[in-house]
């Protein structure tokens, strides 16, 4: 069995300051972890993700990910939030199928 | 140009009814899944077609039927729609069975009244 947790619902920073949002997983396979994000009222778009390579990830607009297999986390930084951050994250995992498994997601607010 | 779109974008419907949600992706995608987003923004999977083959089947109602006539296309059919049938529906598609990364449509936002 595999399964994602994301730790906070909501997170809310300052625009300009650091992002963190936690994530946590569970798998019996070698996964493979992604970082999707999605705007209000739209679909679904690839930040980052970890493939059994680098264990550092970069992504779109500033994001990136480090993979801890001792810690099994996932989290996702960002050394300066901007407005246009503001929307709900989803951690997500893969291994031993194609079948990905969502985190119950995390909803970043940015304030001026 | 739209990888992977879906139609319609909104459905209002009444109980009872009989919907299709179409979806498309023009990037030659071997996969194609179904994902449905609960109102608490939780995403499960529901089906997953390989080159028009079914290969996963969630625990989902048998009124919601997927269909698969070529590689580009998964719709999905939803016979009898219930209130809890009330979701955002995700179509998403990835190269092919052993590449895990998948691009998702924009949604379909269903509301049963």
């Known amino acids: ?112 | 140009d739209t990888a992977v779109s879906q139609t319609p974008k909104y459905l209002v419907t009444q109980m009872g009814n009989d919907k299709s949600i179409k979806c498309e992706q023009n990037l030659g995608h071997d996969t194609m899944y179904w994902y449905k987003q609960d109102s608490k923004k939780f995403l499960k999977i529901m089906f997953s077609y390989n080159n028009k083959e079914l290969i996963i089947n969630e625990t989902v109602p048998n009124r919601f039927s997927p269909k698969s006539p070529d590689k580009a296309h998964l719709n999905l059919h939803i016979n009898s729609l219930e209130l809890g049938d009330s979701a955002v529906y995700f179509c998403a598609s990835s190269q092919d069975w052993g590449n895990t990364e998948a691009f998702f449509g924009q949604g379909t936002r269903l509301t049963v009244v």
């Open chain 1, 1 to 112: 069995a595999q399964s994602v947790t994301q730790l906070d619902s909501h997170v809310s920073v300052s625009e300009g300051t650091p992002v963190l949002l936690r994530c946590n997983y569970s798998s019996s396979y070698s996964p493979s972890l992604f970082w999707y994000v999605q705007h209000p009222n739209k679909g679904l778009q690839l930040l980052l993700k970890y493939t059994s390579a680098a264990t550092l990830v970069k992504g779109i607009n500033g994001f990136e990910a480090e993979f801890k297999k001792s810690e099994t986390s996932f989290h996702l930084t960002k050394p300066s939030a901007h407005m246009s951050d503001a929307a709900e994250y989803f951690c997500v995992l893969t291994g031993g199928g194609n079948k990905l498994t969502f985190g119950t997601g995390t909803q970043l607010k940015v304030e001026l």
